[in-house]
Structures are given as structure tokens and as C-alpha cells.
């Protein structure tokens, strides 16, 4: 029974768009292969919220017993539809402009001191890229570390204004790392 149920899923798999639409559809796609085909991120969520599948992503942890939340690599996959002819809300931070829902929160926001847009977005490939700087601060009020927050958004389709589908990435990193957003994006179907 449980082969029959397993074969009739992979079989709905196959007939269903590879890009979610409709909360249905992003249910779907959560028993469906992962999104990021690097190796050193895992699945470690899928869910629907808002009709999109939203995927978790996280790095390997870090074996140092003094390593903290900014260690920890965590990258999020958001497969759907545009929200009312505008794009899907951006999933990281709590900027007031944004919708409510947050996605991809900062690691300890609590000690956030200031966070900004960092000018004019940027173009990779299809993907559109957003970032934000959030500083940390540190005792005494000095500036302390840095973290880029970046979200990238591509049309779905390889046909632009033929489909509203959306896929988003979003990952919160240090400006060091930057190449290997890129490189999960160049993972990322």
C-alpha cells in the first residue's frame, strides 16, 4: 500500500508544474528534489505560507564549541506566485515597508544597532539582487560587525511575461562571502 501511495505521488510529481502557483501546487513541490543543488547545504524544511513553498536551508554546524548564530549558514528557497501583480514580499528583515511575514531573519536581531538598503539592486544572470547592511553593535555603542543580507528574485519561466511565477533566494551573510551567494544561486533551479 505504501508503495502504491509513494509511486502515485511520484507520479503527481511529474505532472505538476516544477514551479509552484497556487498553495496546492507549493505543497507539491515540498516532496519534490531540493531546490539548491549544492552539496554543503540540506534540506531541513519545506512548508507553504502565503500560497509559496518555502524551502530552509542549512549549512553544515560548526564543530568549535565557541561558535555562535553567525557561524551557521542558513539559506531560504521561496517558489510561487506574484502576490496581487506585485512580487513576493522580501523575506529577510523587518523593514516597515515590507509585508509582515518574515521569512529569513537576521541571526540576533536583538543586537541589531542599525540596518540599511544598500543602494540600487543588482543584476546576476535572471536574478534581480536586493541587499541590506545590518551592523551589529558592541559595548560602549562602537560599530561592531557587518552582515549583508541579500535577496534575489527571478521570473520562474524562462519566458518572462508569459508566467508570474517567482522563485526568491535569501541569505544573510559577511561581505566576504558574496561569491558564494552567487554560486548557490548558479545551484539554484
Sequence with gaps: MRLEAAM??????????????????????????????????VRASCGT???????????????????????????LVAHGAEQGGKQ?????????????TRWL???MEDRISRQSEAGAARSHGRWRISTSTVEYGTQGGLPGFFLSCATATRPAG?????????TIVAECFAPEERRRFYRTLDSTR
Aim: contains cysteine; aromatic residues 6%; proline residues 13%.
Design 105 to 107: 531573519a537576521p541571526p
Design 158 to 166: 524562462k519566458n518572462a511575461s508569459a508566467t508570474k511565477a517567482v
Design 8 to 41: 502515485l505521488a511520484f507520479l503527481m510529481l511529474l505532472l505538476l508544474p516544477c514551479r509552484p502557483a497556487t498553495a496546492q501546487d507549493a505543497t507539491a513541490h515540498c516532496t519534490g528534489r531540493p531546490s539548491i543543488s549544492e552539496t554543503e547545504l
Design 49 to 75: 505560507e502565503d500560497g509559496m513553498a518555502i524551502e530552509r536551508y542549512f549549512g553544515p554546524t560548526p564543530s568549535s564549541p565557541y561558535a555562535t548564530a553567525f557561524d551557521r549558514r542558513e539559506v
Design 88 to 100: 513576493a514580499s522580501n523575506p529577510i528583515g523587518s523593514h516597515p515597508v515590507r509585508s509582515p
